[in-house]
């Protein structure tokens, strides 16, 4: 089993800055995807971003050039997601999801409020 535990969600007014963290434990393996997803009211959860243990990272379009995903660099299994420039439209609840590459096992976090508001 893969545990994923989530921090970083909280308040913050338009324009503002928040970094979420997910550090995964268990049996996690060695080839594998982290990413952030994030799901608001009455909307379907969508992919933010991701990183593969390689370093490849992907982006939602609509988060390209103010978030980045990153990896701790000295524990593999920790993941940041630094949120610049939020807008009210970020406000969601946001997911750390975790992908084994070969087995396709799909773990998640529980999740943390992420609310952009004046």
């Known amino acids: 089993q893969v545990q994923l535990a989530e921090s970083g969600g909280g308040l913050v007014q338009p324009g503002g800055s928040l970094r979420l963290s997910c550090a995964a434990s268990g049996s996690i393996g060695a080839i594998y995807v982290m990413a952030w997803y994030r799901q608001a009211p009455e909307k379907q959860r969508e992919l933010v971003a991701s990183?593969?243990?390689?370093?490849?990272?992907?982006y939602a379009d609509s988060v390209k050039g103010r978030f980045t995903i990153s990896r701790d660099n000295a524990k593999n299994t920790v993941v940041y997601l630094q949120m610049n420039s939020l807008k009210p439209e970020d406000t969601a609840v946001y997911y750390c999801n975790l992908e084994k590459t070969f087995s396709r096992d799909n773990y998640w976090g529980q999740g943390t409020q992420v609310t952009v508001s004046s």
């Open positions: 990183i593969s243990t390689g370093g490849r990272t992907n």
